[in-house]
């Protein structure tokens, strides 16, 4: 019989009076002393980040806790009014539809950008990269993640302020070039405005911070569940969610009458 592999985590250990996460105990070294964002970093990259990491990583840890009556917040807000009870089922609503339409587009476009430049040290011909991911994306005949935006246009103030920060703090490097490159040959060839959006800016930056695509949407799931917890607080206070299902019904079906 095969011997059974040994199950192992390196994140956290609980003795009867201690609590130690990635080596660190929580009430001597992270209670009152690590923010929220900081222990986000922790938890990811093993280790605390330094004062520029810090900056950067919070700040585009902040862009999607919140963006309105988005879906996800529609969702939380019809769950909780069939399930006060249930706070936590109203969040995991919101966040069930952060996929490659809504704040999940942010790993398809890291996923391109790192394996376009899987060394960012290395040299690169960033036109040339621009060009073959705007084709790729093209062929498939699906959009090109991490540029575009319904509302925010010619520009998404979100991206170049994730932008200016990121330069501040010395993470400006390829990565960052090429999203803006993969816009600006999009916007060549289509002839429409496709700026660098939100998702595009966060999947850049991640990728320079060296987080590995397959977790940044777990950025913006951490952030958009504190957004959605706010939407619940203010559906009890000031509730709209069932206004919202009486106009979709009476419009959806004014047509039977």
């Known amino acids: 019989m095969a011997k059974r592999k040994q199950l192992r985590t390196d994140i956290c250990w609980s003795t009867e009076d201690k609590i130690t996460i990635k080596g660190l105990d929580l009430c001597r070294d992270i209670m009152g002393k690590v923010s929220l964002g900081d222990m986000a970093f922790l938890e990811l990259a093993d280790r605390l980040p330094n004062e520029r990491e810090s900056r950067v990583f919070n700040a585009l840890a902040v862009i999607l806790v919140e963006h309105g009556m988005t879906p996800s917040a529609i969702a939380a807000r019809l769950t909780i009014a069939g ?4 706070m936590q089922a ?6 069930n539809g952060l996929g490659s339409v809504f704040v999940g587009s942010m790993e398809n476009a890291a996923r391109l950008l790192q394996e376009a430049l899987p060394d960012p ?12 991911i705007v084709d790729q994306c093209t062929q498939r005949g699906g959009a090109i993640p991490g540029i575009g935006h319904h ?3 010619p520009v998404d103030p979100r991206a170049p302020r994730l932008f200016e920060i990121a330069r501040e703090n010395g993470f400006d490097g390829p990565y960052v070039a090429l999203m803006q490159a993969v816009a600006a040959e999009a916007q060549r060839r ?7 959006n939100a998702t595009g800016a966060i999947a850049a930056v991640a990728s320079e911070l060296r987080l590995p695509w397959r977790i940044v949407r777990g950025i913006g799931v951490m952030s958009r569940a504190i957004g959605l917890v706010a939407h619940v607080l203010e559906e009890w206070r000031q509730p709209m969610a069932r206004d919202i299902k009486a106009m979709v019904e009476e419009e959806a079906t004014a047509h039977l009458r």
């Open 151 to 153: 509302m925010h246009k």
């Open 121 to 132: 040290a290395a040299p690169a011909d960033i036109p040339a990269l621009a060009a073959r």
């Open 190 to 196: 289509l002839g429409k405005s496709l700026p660098v």
């Open 90 to 95: 109203a969040v995991a609503a919101g966040l």
């Open 83 to 86: 399930a006060p009870e249930a």
